[in-house]
């Protein structure tokens, strides 16, 4: 089936670096998501992007869409505690009108540097 | 304004034994997406159901699964005869009537199904 790569699969940060993480795919989405997911908690999205080379922020978070439609990223300036989580990216073909097949990431776990 | 409702929480079932899970949307929502999650996963999706349809269930197994929205009450997940290999972490997302994008899907907290 089809699969996104999401990487890396874990990092530490310290608080006020930027992070960045991305997703790859070898099928072509029509929409990207970013979500984040606390510890026994369902996602929460962050961004959609649905336009190829779609740059979308949303406070310290920043998403890009890529040209070719396989790829996305996700950039956080400044992190704080909080950022803590695991963020996953998320893929869409929108077919049939069936809007709810997301195929999901693996995840990137973000912690904080000891 | 309540969001997705899911229960129970955590279950635990033994071998052979009936889990079900409850969901109930966002009130107003008419679409129903049902998701699973194993450890150290992504989310996996299963089902999309509207009221008293089933819309498209390519990501559930053939077998023991099954899954339900009537037209009064909770979206429910059925696993009959779980095996260990059930546990895992289900989620219910839910949108409205006309969504034109993904974004207005709202995720539950989710149930967590631990099989003995």
């Known amino acids: 089936g089809q699969q996104l790569n999401q990487s890396p699969q874990s990092m530490f940060i310290q608080e006020g670096e930027d992070v960045s993480m991305n997703c790859t795919s070898s099928?072509?989405?029509?929409?990207w998501l970013w979500y984040k997911q606390d510890p026994g908690e369902g996602p929460v999205l962050l961004i959609a992007l649905y336009k190829a080379g779609e740059l979308t922020s949303n406070g310290r978070l920043t998403a890009q869409f890529g040209i070719t439609r396989k790829d996305s990223f996700l950039n956080i300036s400044a992190s704080i505690p909080s950022d803590v989580g695991i963020y996953f990216c998320?893929?869409?073909?929108?077919?049939?009108?069936?809007?709810?097949?997301?195929?999901f990431g693996k995840g990137t776990k973000l912690s904080v540097k000891p | 304004n309540a969001g997705v409702m899911q229960n129970p929480r955590h279950l635990v079932r033994r071998r052979g034994q009936e889990a079900r899970l409850r969901c109930s949307p966002v009130?107003?929502?008419?679409?129903v997406y049902w998701y699973r999650q194993l450890p150290e996963e992504g989310l996996k999706f299963m089902v999309y159901?509207?009221?008293?349809?089933?819309?498209?269930e390519s990501g559930m197994p053939k077998e023991r699964f099954s899954a339900e929205f009537p037209k009064e009450g909770p979206s429910i997940l059925r696993i009959q005869q779980v095996v260990r290999g059930d546990s895992a972490a289900y989620f219910c997302a839910s949108s409205p009537l006309w969504s034109s994008g993904a974004n207005v899907l709202t995720f539950g907290a989710g149930s967590r199904l631990t099989v003995l």
């Open positions: 998320a893929g869409q073909m929108n077919y049939g009108g069936s809007q709810g097949n997301l195929i």
């Open positions: 159901l509207q009221k008293e349809n089933i819309i498209d």
């Open positions: 099928s072509i989405f029509n929409t």
């Open positions: 009130k107003g929502h008419s679409h």
